[in-house]
């Protein structure tokens, strides 16, 4: 699959939230389309779900950062008030669920300006606790000859929310979890960008939990 992003010279880059848990490989490939021109956006902040080596990777890139262990809340009520705070005083336009991997009440202003990306082609495979491997094992043991990604509108229930942009991937004979991980995240590179711009140009509407894309 080919996909040439072109540069966006002409799009006011939005002020985007990343929320992390782990590694922090989506906020870099942010970080790399935001230098090249290809993401119409900036990143005001970083929320981290505990210390990871994201949150380094993040530091180390120059970003403000903000943990709020969530081992430190009894509940996702508690905890999602303490990420509201912390992500709402940097005055997002939109926020990105980066590998963020627990569930979150945001505010109802932020109602369809928070985003996902979730590693199959949801309305499959989805729900809570399938993240990361889960996934890709779950797909190689339902014999699925396709999957991919899925960036959608976050609902605060687990891969839900109205689907914006999906990418597929062959499921290849002898794939492993680790090698359909691996090309199932090229592709992710590429879609998750491709939504945030949307958003960033102002195409995206939602009737129901249909994402209608307008023509520019």
């Known amino acids: 699959m080919v996909c040439i992003m072109t540069k966006l010279s002409n799009i006011e880059p939005v002020r985007l939230v990343a929320l992390i848990s782990g590694g922090g490989r989506t ?14 956006a900036r990143v005001v902040g970083v929320v981290a779900s505990g210390h990871s080596p994201g949150v ?24 999602s008030t303490a990420v509201n705070e912390a992500v709402l ?15 979150w009440h ?14 199959a082609l949801l309305p499959s495979f989805g729900g809570a ?4 491997h889960h996934v890709h094992e779950a797909v190689l043991e339902a014999g699925c000859k396709v999957t991919g990604c899925t960036v959608h509108f976050c609902d605060r229930r687990y891969d839900t929310g109205p ?9 290849l004979e002898g794939d492993t979890p680790n090698t359909l991980a691996a090309r199932v995240f090229e592709q992710e590179c590429i879609a998750y960008p491709e939504a945030i711009n949307l958003f960033a140009e102002d195409r995206l509407s939602i009737d129901g939990r249909v994402v209608h894309v307008r023509a520019k």
């Open 27 to 40: 906020l870099m490939n942010f970080m790399d389309k935001i230098r090249s021109g290809e993401l119409a």
């Open 56 to 79: 380094e990777r993040a530091r180390q890139a120059g970003l403000e950062v903000c943990v709020v262990p969530r081992k430190d809340y009894d509940s996702v009520k508690l905890f």
């Open 89 to 103: 005083a940097a005055g997002p336009d939109v926020v990105a669920l980066a590998g963020f991997l627990h569930l």
């Open 106 to 119: 945001y505010p109802e202003s932020l109602d369809w300006k928070v985003m996902n990306i979730h590693p």
């Open 129 to 132: 606790g399938m993240y990361g």
């Open 163 to 171: 689907i914006i942009v999906q990418r597929t991937v062959a499921v």
